[in-house]
């Protein structure tokens, strides 16, 4: 079983900066890839970004390149996600996600809140 735990939201104005983090912690042997997806009320839950196991290559939706950037550091098995210049689109609960042998998992969410 795989436990994801995510910190770092909160409520911010328009074009501040936030940082999210999400530990990972149990049966992590064969992790792959790490990424943040975002659902906003009334949406369905989107992409945001994904890092490779190596993380040597990393994917944004395009609403947020060049404003967000995905790390990861696998001797601690976080994830983190930079998020600069945020706008008022950018309020969503966000959600860590590791791909672990095959298996999705979840963390429980952060919400996040930019004001105008």
């Known amino acids: 079983q795989v436990q994801l735990v995510e910190s770092g939201g909160g409520l911010v104005q328009a074009g501040g900066s936030l940082r999210l983090s999400c530990a990972a912690s149990g049966s992590l042997f064969g992790i792959n890839v790490m990424g943040w997806f975002r659902q906003a009320p009334g949406k369905q839950r989107e992409f945001v970004a994904v890092m490779s196991t190596g993380g040597s290559t990393a994917a944004y939706a395009a609403s947020v390149k060049e404003r967000f950037a995905i790390s990861r550091d696998n001797a601690k098995n976080m994830v983190y996600l930079q998020m600069n210049s945020l706008k008022p689109e950018d309020t969503a609960v966000y959600y860590c996600?590791?791909?672990?042998?095959?298996?999705?998992?979840w963390g429980q969410g952060t919400q996040v809140t930019v004001s105008s």
């Open positions: 996600n590791v791909i672990v042998r095959g298996n999705t998992y």
